[in-house]
């Protein structure tokens, strides 16, 4: 099993930064990609943006420009560096974990959800 836990959330103004952390810990061997998706009040989970084992990375196109995924194998974890962060960036942050190797950005198809990290963007 894999579990994983972000952090790094906060409150910030329009046009700061943030950078999320998601730590991956138990069968990491077995993550084939790793993903950032994030929800606001009263709208469905979204993709923000995935990387593969190869390092491939994928972003919805609400973030390209923006966002930046990455992450430190010798610490098991990714990071999502979020540069002008607009209101509507506003939502809860989530980390979870492709285990099957055909890759996808459908939320559906990761497990292993962390419990979120709050972001909020206001002036």
């Known amino acids: 099993q894999v579990q994983v836990v972000e952090s790094g959330g906060g409150s910030v103004q329009p046009g700061g930064s943030l950078r999320l952390s998601c730590a991956a810990s138990?069968?990491?061997?077995?993550?084939?990609?790793m993903g950032w998706f994030r929800q606001a009040p009263g709208k469905q989970r979204e993709l923000v943006a995935t990387?593969?084992?190869?390092?491939?990375?994928e972003y919805a196109d609400s973030f390209k420009g923006r966002f930046t995924i990455s992450r430190d194998n010798a610490k098991n974890t990714v990071y999502l560096q979020m540069n002008s962060l607009k209101p509507e960036d506003t939502a809860v942050y989530y980390c979870a974990v492709r285990l099957a190797k055909e890759h996808t950005t459908l939320p559906p198809l990761y497990t292993a959800w962390g419990q979120g990290t709050q972001v909020t963007v206001s002036s």
């Open positions: 138990g069968s990491i061997f077995s993550i084939n990609a």
């Open positions: 990387i593969t084992k190869a390092d491939t990375t």
